[in-house]
């Protein structure tokens, strides 16, 4: 029966313990909470290795265009119109 209540009781101790821990717990929520969102954000960024492949496929891109408009517009002279010219 001793046992029984004693128990049920709680030491000084332990309670002051859990007041601590709660305590603890409420200032450390906001850190938490930023540091959960700045893996959030950090995990939903694009990084490096795309922006260089984003900025590697618009240069081949353009210089494609420019070598089909270089090749297209490109006229060579003519012998026959040089001297027809004269």
């Not at 929520?29 to 959960?36: D, E, G, T, Y």
């Not at 922006?51 to 420019?66: M, N, Q």
């Amino acid at each position: 029966m001793g046992r029984k209540d004693a128990s049920t009781l709680k030491l000084p101790v332990d309670q002051y313990r859990k007041q601590i821990g709660k305590q603890d717990y409420k200032k450390n929520r906001p850190v938490l909470r930023a540091a959960k969102l700045k893996a959030e954000a950090k995990k939903a960024a694009i990084g490096i290795k795309e922006v260089g492949l984003l900025l590697a496929a618009i240069l081949v891109l353009l210089l494609a265009f420019y070598a089909f408009f270089y090749l297209k517009l490109s006229t060579e002279v003519d012998p026959a119109l040089e001297l027809n010219g004269n």
